[in-house]
């Protein structure tokens, strides 16, 4: 009989909490991305209004939640990187990661709340209140609310496992 196949090495958890911040900075740029481009014409008896994101607040503070985020991330990127490359954390990178995790995870999930709640209430509101044309700019500008929502609330997620393996760390230092 044949032993059995080598296993492969175990995944360190430091490669682990790499590639979720990779994963957090890439949800948070697309974020940034799908909002900044956001905009819809509408064309309502003869007359055309012109919204862009900024326009709707909870839109704005999903995309301050999103910058915000992505700064965070780039940071912690970087400190995540370094680490890897010098085998060596500072302490107070612990703590950083500790409170920053949480921090961050709780606004982007309050963005993303943000996000879907008005991309829902005003749809229906508008398409209630004014006779449109076609309602196909209408559904693209809430979808691309929807998708930015969504991008920010997997990058919360990343944050939210993040902030776990965080905790585990602090507890054994």
């Known amino acids: 009989m044949a032993p059995p196949p080598p296993s492969p090495p175990p995944v360190s958890l430091k490669v682990v909490v790499l590639f979720l911040r990779v994963l957090t900075a890439v949800f948070l740029v697309i974020t940034v991305i799908i909002l900044s481009t956001n905009s819809v014409t509408i064309d309502s008896q003869g007359t055309a209004l012109k919204y862009y994101f900024k326009d709707v607040y909870a839109y704005r503070y999903m995309f301050s939640a999103a910058i915000i985020g992505l700064v965070y991330a780039v940071i912690q990127l970087f400190f ?8 060596i954390k500072n302490p107070i990178n612990y703590q950083l990661d500790f409170y920053g995790d949480k921090i961050i995870s709780y606004l982007l999930a309050t963005g993303s709340a943000a996000g879907f709640g008005v991309s829902k209430d005003l749809k229906d509101a508008l ?22 929502a969504s991008m920010l609330l997997f990058a919360f997620v990343c944050l939210a496992v993040l902030s776990v393996f965080s905790s585990y760390a602090i507890s054994k230092h």
């Open 80 to 87: 995540t990187i370094s680490e890897l490359a010098t085998r």
């Open 127 to 148: 398409l209630a209140l004014v006779a449109l044309d076609s309602t196909d700019p209408v559904d693209k500008f809430f979808s691309r609310g929807y998708a930015s």
